[in-house]
């Protein structure tokens, strides 16, 4: 089965700087990589996808990922964080529609 | 479109004691899910089914049941609830490869 493993429990970032949480995951077969955004007491909302195509990814509120095949890795950035995205952060992979694994997730914290 | 809704948002039960979480969904999806959200962990898969009168093992089923009678819905039963089934549950229902989550049901088990 895959695996996703996210390398930073934290990130605190001040207001206006560039962020990348870091992902990478493992598997055996062809996969399809996620990143979801929870704010508090909410459930999780998707930001972006990789199926296939592409490896730059772009998503909502200026959120972009690339997946990088060789090192098993698909980042997520954002060159200039707000406030607002304050939030845990979650990297998904998956094989099928049964089975998606979840990463353990990035606590986002950006400060004035 | 309401998405995926949940039922209840909170509960607090007494070890031993039964309930049941009904997640539904108008998106004609058929495949759902139910996960549970602990702290440092992520989200790990109970049981999900692939379409309405099937359902499948996930990750951690021990300790509970799953229904889906009807395709809209996918309910998660826990028959003798223990402390470690504290957690915030989430259903989801998926298409193309992308699940659409609700908002979530925080449980207490004392």
């Known amino acids: 089965a895959q695996s996703v493993t996210q390398l930073d429990s934290q990130v605190p970032v001040f207001e206006e700087a560039p962020v990348e949480l870091r992902c990478n995951y493992s598997?055996?077969?062809?996969?399809?990589l996620f990143w979801y955004v929870q704010y508090p007491n909410q459930g999780l909302q998707l930001l972006l996808k990789y199926l296939s195509g592409s490896t730059l990814v772009k998503g909502i509120n200026g959120f972009e990922a690339e997946f990088n095949k060789s090192q098993t890795s698909f980042h997520l950035r954002k060159p200039s964080v707000h406030i607002s995205d304050t939030a845990e952060y979650f990297c998904?992979?998956?094989?099928?529609?049964?089975?998606?694994?979840f990463g353990a997730g990035t606590r986002l914290t950006v400060k004035p | 479109n309401a998405g995926v809704t949940q039922t209840p948002k909170f509960r607090v039960l007494k070890t031993g004691q039964s309930m049941t979480l009904l997640c539904a969904q108008d998106?004609?999806?058929?495949?759902m899910y139910w996960y549970r959200q602990d702290p440092g962990m992520g989200l790990r898969l109970i049981h999900y089914?692939?379409?309405?009168?099937?359902?499948a093992k996930g990750e951690v089923p021990d300790g509970y049941n799953v229904s889906r009678l009807k395709k809209q819905n996918f309910l998660l039963g826990l028959e003798s609830a223990a402390p470690s089934q504290t957690s915030v549950y989430f259903c989801?229902?998926?298409?193309?490869?992308?699940?659409?989550f609700g908002p979530g049901t925080r449980l207490t088990v004392l």
């Open positions: 089914s692939v379409g309405e009168g099937t359902t």
């Open positions: 598997s055996s077969v062809s996969v399809y």
């Open positions: 998904a992979v998956s094989a099928s529609n049964n089975d998606m694994r």
């Open positions: 998106m004609n999806h058929e495949y």
């Open positions: 989801a229902s998926s298409f193309s490869n992308e699940q659409f």
